[in-house]
């Protein structure tokens, strides 16, 4: 299944707000776990959420999707994971940036799911690499697929988003898969059924600043595939700077460390296919 096509209906963070709270709905997407220092997480973390840790680092991320069927239209989706927070008995992440090219479902996840969203423009760049540089275009770091209809297994695959405000642009990075030789063992081996629980924490916004908590009980298909390749044009701004006063200077402070958690270093990444969602009504917390 191509990640930018066949998306049946809507059920990422971003989408919660357009479905009936206790409904069903599926999506097909990648989760890709980095590796993400603790201090970039808690530029994030509300400070009554206790950051789950060790050795100075916790687990991040990000989530890419794309939706050809929702109520919101057609529209494509990154959400930055910062870290994992604690919610005894277990844990859950917490996003740092939803990034979605449509107004509407922008506004909604602002508004009513408490989401730290904004509008973005994703650009798809489907590139043929020659059979003789196919072993060395990412050196050690490989790269995913997600299913066989996305693109001859000659072809790389390039996704850059960039945030939008008004007339504005920033880059925030470029996202490079491929075919590999593990799609073409697997076949259409799409990895075993599994069911689990997942509580979520949002809000904390300047547009919704209460804190939520709702659960997400998932039905899917999940595979390890291999991690994408990330990358940003100034890497240099990734750093966080010191003496941050005007909002203006927090919102671009923001960026820069949403862009340090997409570049950190990946341990895995996830395949979910023929996933549905039942997401319960949140309550403040």
Known sequence: MDL??????????????????????GFSALYQINLVKAATARAFIPKELRLVEAFGYTLGG???????????????ELVVIAGTVWNPPTSCAWAARVLVNSDEACHHGRKEVGLP????RFSKKITAVPKGKRERTFGLLDTFTLGTSMSHPEDMVEVKVSEVDGAASADICSIKFRSDEMEKKLGNWMGPAI??????????TKYFPNLLKYSCHLQCRVRPV?????????DNETDSGENIHSSQELHENERRLSVAVMLSKPIIALEFKDLTMQVEAPVVV
């Open 4 to 25: 930018f096509k066949n998306v049946s209906s809507c059920s990422s963070p971003s989408c919660i707000c357009f479905a009936e709270f206790s409904s069903c709905f």
């Open 62 to 76: 990000f989530f890419l999707a794309s939706y050809d069927d929702s109520p919101a239209g057609v529209f494509d």
């Open 117 to 120: 969203s904004q509008v973005a």
């Open 195 to 204: 069911k689990m629980s997942l509580p979520s924490f949002s809000g904390n």
């Open 226 to 234: 291999r991690p994408a390749v990330v990358s940003h044009p100034l």
